[in-house]
C-alpha cells in the first residue's frame, strides 16, 4: 500500500564558516546530507513512498545527530555566526522532514527529540517566561499603563521575517485569564518594577524570541510529541 507523501521541499544545507565545530568532519557530513535531501526532493516530486524514502530519512537522521553530537552544549547566540547558522539550518531539516510524514514511527520521535534538542541548543529562552512576561506586557499596554520613552521603528524586512512566523497573538479572554491567575504578581510588578524612567519592551520585539516562539509552536504541533519530554 502505498503512503501519501506530502511534497514539501527540503532545503540544501549551506557549509558556513564554523568556529565551533570540528570543521573538516561537518563539511563531509554537511555534504553527505544534502546528497540524502536531493534524493528525498527527488523521490516527493515523483511521489515516490515506501523504504526507499525510509531509508533516506533514516540516513538523513544518521547525518543530523552524528553533526548534533560534534556540536558544543551551546551554539554561539550570535544570528550571524556559522555556528548559529548552520544550526537553524539543521532545525529547519528536522521540521521540513517530519513535515513530509516519511519514516517509521522509530524515526519520527528520533527527528522531534532531536528537533528539540537543537532548539535549546540555539536560544535561551524559557518558553513559560517568554509567554508569561509578554502576556503582561500586552495586559499593561492594553490598560494604558505602559511608558513608552522612544518609538521602536521595524524596517520592512523585520516584517517580512516575523510574517512568515506563528504569532504570539492572544485573545482578550486569554489576557483576561492571566490577570485573575496572576493579579497579585501583577500588582507587585506594577510597585516594585515599574519604575518612572524604566521604559517596558515587548518581549516579542526580540527577533530571537519571534524565532523562539515559532519553532517550540511548530515541534509541539508536530505528531509524536506527546511522547518526548520537553524541558522548558
Known amino acids: 500500500m502505498n503512503i501519501k507523501i506530502k511534497a514539501l521541499q527540503i532545503n ?5 564558516n564554523f568556529s565551533a565545530f570540528p570543521v ?4 563531509i557530513l554537511i555534504s553527505e546530507l544534502n546528497v540524502h535531501y536531493e534524493k528525498i526532493n527527488s523521490y516527493l516530486d515523483a511521489e515516490v513512498s515506501g523504504e526507499r524514502l525510509n531509508i533516506e530519512v533514516i540516513d538523513s537522521l ?3 545527530n552524528e553533526i548534533d553530537r ?4 551551546r551554539l554561539d547566540e550570535n544570528p550571524n555566526s556559522g555556528d548559529f547558522r548552520l544550526g537553524v539550518d539543521l532545525l529547519e531539516s528536522v521540521i521540513a522532514l517530519l513535515k513530509t510524514d516519511a519514516g517509521h514511527v522509530t524515526t519520527k520521535k528520533n ?12 536560544y535561551r529562552f524559557s518558553f513559560d517566561e517568554l509567554v508569561n512576561s509578554a502576556l503582561r506586557y500586552k495586559w499593561l499596554k492594553g490598560r494604558g499603563l505602559i511608558r513608552n520613552h522612544s518609538i521602536h521603528r521595524w ?3 523585520y516584517e517580512e521575517h516575523n510574517s512568515s512566523r506563528i504569532k504570539f497573538d492572544p485573545s482578550d479572554d486569554d489576557l483576561n485569564k492571566f490577570f485573575e491567575i496572576n493579579q497579585q504578581k501583577i500588582f ?3 510597585v516594585f518594577e515599574m519604575e518612572q524612567n524604566k521604559e517596558e519592551v515587548d518581549p516579542f520585539s526580540n527577533p530571537q524570541a519571534v524565532d523562539f516562539y515559532h519553532y517550540y509552536q511548530t515541534l509541539s504541533n508536530l505528531k509524536y510529541t506527546n511522547s518526548i519530554q520537553q524541558t522548558r
Request: proline share 3%; no cysteine.
Open 12 to 16: 540544501q544545507i549551506n557549509i558556513y
Open 24 to 27: 573538516d568532519r561537518i563539511r
Open 62 to 64: 544518521a547525518k543530523l
Open 70 to 73: 560534534l556540536a558544543p552544549y
Open 111 to 122: 527527528l522531534l527529540s532531536l528537533g528539540w534538542s537543537l532548539l535549546h541548543k540555539l
Open 155 to 157: 524596517g520592512s524586512r
Open 188 to 190: 507587585e510588578y506594577m
